[in-house]
């Protein structure tokens, strides 16, 4: 595979399977400004910025090193702290130096990295209204949600982000190199798809459809990979080293949202962010839920996809797609079938996946009026933490009488799953303070949640029969 590092292209033979970025960064290039802070994509401290083509353009995201594989990193170009300009500082840094926003420094070449991603992918503002003002902080907490300061505080780093608004982005070297770079990680790609054809390397990046079908089936032991933010987390705390990756972000066929009749088909690749910003106006709630999952770097890197495979109880997307009846497109060799994602869930982190069988796309239907559609995740912080509970209904009225029902839960139970008594008692009723209060009793016949560190049984279990009722008030209102 070849990258461009900073201003260097570079060749690397076969790497294995499981280095991520940030051990060959300090370990292999010896460049150390890019920091080790917990190893799990939770503080920031390793934040760098990926270039990837875009048809003509490059784009840039912030991305957590630390749980970023080296092999998925094919033709990118890696910006790290190393490589800004040293003299003069480099504006993001200047504004930090500015605004005293940095003490002992540890966090600070992981918010330079993420203020720097900011700056370049935003318009220059000028702050001149509330409204401005408001909407730039927004952009900028968006921004900085995965990076976590201990003796700073936030305050100044905002005000480094405030100073920087109105700077010209075009003074900055890296945008004036843009058209360089783009035609170098052209040549980089083109370069490393010829070496690659018909090797079985420890990481493989099948381009297509058929490659990724045809290298699955004929290799079912191999992991499939896709943003890597679950996965990365098996090699970096739980030490396991995986002989063979197929990675299916390279896939063309599956990097696409499309929108069809009554929904979109959402491609395997599709990262959350990609989700996050085409569902603004189609799904505002699936936005604002994404809003709340993770932080900006993992959200750049994840999947919906990935959130599904990994089957964790604790998934904030599935209780969403339940509400709305999503369902899976899998794949095996050539054969496609259709399957429920609520059949996709048999127990605790085991699916209905059979081996050598992907997930190809995910079919989301789109409520239309009158169904309305809520969800909320429950979380000790809002940014960049695991949901307690998160709780997804949708409901459509008739007249106040409840004509449709799906209520789906995440954290309540070994998988996400529906509350299918509480649905078939609140069927046909009509929405009043009686029939309310008997949700809880119905709920706990659906959900025997567990006592763990983010919440107690007690606490989930009333929590989620709140924000049902408080949904179905809305939905009254
Ligand atoms: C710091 C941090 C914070 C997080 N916060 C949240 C959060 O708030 N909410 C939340 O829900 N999750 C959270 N996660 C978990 C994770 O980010 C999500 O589950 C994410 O969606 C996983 O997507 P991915 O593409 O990175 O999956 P990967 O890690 O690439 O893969 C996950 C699993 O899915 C399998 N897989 C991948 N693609 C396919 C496919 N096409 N077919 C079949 N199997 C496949 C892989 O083999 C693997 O077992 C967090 C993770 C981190 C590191
Ligand atoms: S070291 Fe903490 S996010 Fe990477
Ligand atoms: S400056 Fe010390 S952790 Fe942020």
Same mark, same amino acid.
């Given at each position: 595979?070849?990258?461009?590092l900073n ?10 399977? /499981?280095?991520?970025? +940030?051990?060959?960064l ?5 460049l150390?400004a890019t ?13 760098v910025m ?9 784009? !840039? ?17 890696v910006v790290t702290l190393d490589g ?29 990295m ?28 968006? =921004? ?27 003074? /900055? ?39 990724? =079908?045809?290298? !699955? ?27 063979? +990756? ?23 690749? #599709? ?71 609520? /059949? ?46 998160? #709780? ?53 016949? /659906? ?21 049902? #009722?408080?949904?179905?008030?809305? =939905?009254?209102?």
């Amino acid at each position: 595979m070849r990258l461009l590092l900073n201003q260097t292209p570079i060749e690397v033979a076969n790497p294995s399977a /499981d280095v991520t970025l +940030l051990q060959w960064l300090r370990e292999c290039q010896y460049l150390t400004a890019t920091k080790e802070g917990c190893a799990v994509g939770d503080c920031g401290a390793c934040t760098v910025m990926i270039g990837r083509l875009v048809n003509d353009g490059i784009v !840039y995201q912030s991305v957590n090193a630390c749980i970023a594989l080296l092999g998925s990193l094919n033709a990118c170009h890696v910006v790290t702290l190393d490589g800004l300009q040293a003299e003069p500082l480099h504006p993001v840094q200047q504004a930090m130096v500015d605004c005293h926003a940095s003490q002992c420094g540890f966090c600070s070449p992981g918010f330079v990295m993420s203020l720097l991603v900011w700056w370049l992918n935003t318009p220059v503002q000028e702050l001149t209204t509330p409204a401005d003002f408001a909407s730039h902080r927004h952009g900028v907490e968006l =921004a900085l949600s995965g990076n976590l300061c201990r003796c700073t505080g936030y305050q100044p780093i905002l005000l480094a982000a405030d100073q920087l608004a109105p700077v010209d982005r075009s003074t /900055d070297p890296l945008f004036s190199a843009l058209g360089g770079y783009s035609y170098c990680l052209d040549t980089l790609r083109a370069m490393s798809t010829e070496q690659h054809h018909g090797r079985l390397n420890a990481y493989q990046r099948p381009q297509d459809l058929n490659q990724l =079908a045809l290298a !699955y089936a004929a290799m079912p032991e191999a992991r499939l990979v896709a943003g890597a933010t679950d996965l990365a987390l098996d090699i970096t705390q739980g030490l396991k080293s995986f002989e063979h +990756l197929i990675d299916i972000k390279s896939v063309a066929q599956l990097q696409a949202i499309d929108e069809h009749s009554g929904g979109l088909t959402i491609g395997a690749a #599709v990262s959350l962010s990609q989700l996050e910003t085409y569902c603004q106006a189609k799904l505002p709630c699936m936005t604002a839920l994404l809003g709340r999952f993770a932080s900006r770097q993992v959200r750049n890197r994840g999947t919906l996809v990935g959130n599904i495979a990994n089957s964790s109880p604790i998934a904030d997307t599935p209780p969403l797609l339940l509400v709305l009846d999503a369902q899976l497109i899998l794949q095996r060799g050539q054969n496609q079938r259709t399957l429920a994602l609520a /059949d996709f869930y048999l127990d605790y982190k085991k699916t209905a996946l059979e081996a050598g069988e992907f997930i190809h796309s995910v079919i989301l239907p789109l409520p239309t009026v009158p169904q309305q559609v809520f969800v909320e995740k429950v979380s000790k912080r809002a940014e960049d933490d695991i949901s307690s509970t998160c #709780v997804a209904l949708s409901v459509t009225l008739n007249n106040g009488v409840i004509a449709q029902i799906n209520i789906a839960c995440g954290g309540m139970a070994a998988i996400p799953k529906m509350a299918s008594h509480t649905q078939s008692q609140l069927l046909g009723q009509a929405i009043d303070p009686s029939l309310l209060a008997q949700v809880p009793q119905w709920l706990a016949q /659906d959900y025997h949640p567990i006592d763990d560190m983010r919440a107690s049984a007690d606490y989930r279990q009333q929590v989620t029969a709140n924000l049902i #009722v408080g949904f179905l008030k809305q =939905a009254m209102a």
